[in-house]
């Protein structure tokens, strides 16, 4: 099973700054690789496509990155979108049907989770979230996000942490009125159906927001 995916590399970075004051946040290197071709190879690895980038802060320096790979970028340099907006302006880079949505500024270990996604993934689910329990996590701040109900149906509230990629059928955005929104929105109209589900990742995961996260995501890659 493939699917196309969107990565949301247009984030302005607050985080990451003074890093990213002349790099966008994608292309800060972890590890000796940058956190947009570690997303990309474990993409390429689970065998997705097509696959669609968009752009706002620092967008030319990702732009000439990826110079001459098959990857479509969708352009948010006059207004930055947020996740929902953003996706909902690349649909038409992606086709039709459900989409994998990727974070890039997260570092994995243990399985492939794009690869997880795909093979759990059913007809009557609207969203699959991979979730990582809060223990797990490493430079995180704050609390959980989700916990699991019968049938691992998501709930919101909990220990486990969104770990930044997930399939999602996103025929529900056209009911979104506003033009800048989080997919916190779509969640909820998922969640309130019982259609949004969760999946737990069976290795560890690492923020990647905070310059302070980067020895910890290397340590980690390295252990």
């Known amino acids: 099973m493939s699917l196309p995916l969107m990565i949301f590399a247009a984030g302005k970075g607050t985080r990451m700054a003074p890093l990213t004051d002349r790099v966008p946040k994608p292309l800060i290197a972890v590890g000796g ?7 990309l190879a474990l993409a390429r690895q689970a065998g997705v496509g097509p696959v669609a980038v968009n752009i706002h802060h620092l967008g030319q320096q990702i732009r000439d990155h990826l110079a001459g790979q098959d990857i479509a970028l969708s352009d948010e340099s006059d207004l930055l979108l947020e996740t929902g907006g953003g996706l909902r302006k690349a649909l038409p880079l992606l086709g039709h049907g459900p989409v994998i949505t990727m974070n890039p500024d ?9 690869r997880a996604l795909l093979d759990r993934w059913r007809d009557d689910m609207d969203a699959l979230l991979m979730l990582v329990p809060l223990g797990r996590t490493h430079g995180r701040q704050g609390g959980g996000d989700f916990s699991l109900g019968p049938a691992d149906r998501l709930i919101r509230g909990g220990d486990l942490v969104y770990g930044g990629v997930q399939i999602i059928r996103p025929e529900r955005l056209a009911e979104i009125p506003e033009q800048v929104f989080s997919l916190n929105r779509l969640w909820d109209l998922m969640i309130a159906q019982g259609r949004a589900y969760g999946l737990v990742h069976g290795g560890a995961w690492c923020d990647v927001g905070r310059p302070d996260c980067i020895p910890l995501a290397e340590a980690l890659l390295d252990a």
Request: aromatic share 6%; glycine share 6%.
């Open 33 to 39: 690789q940058t956190l947009l071709d570690r997303a």
């Open 106 to 114: 997260v570092v994995w270990t243990g399985p492939n989770p794009i």
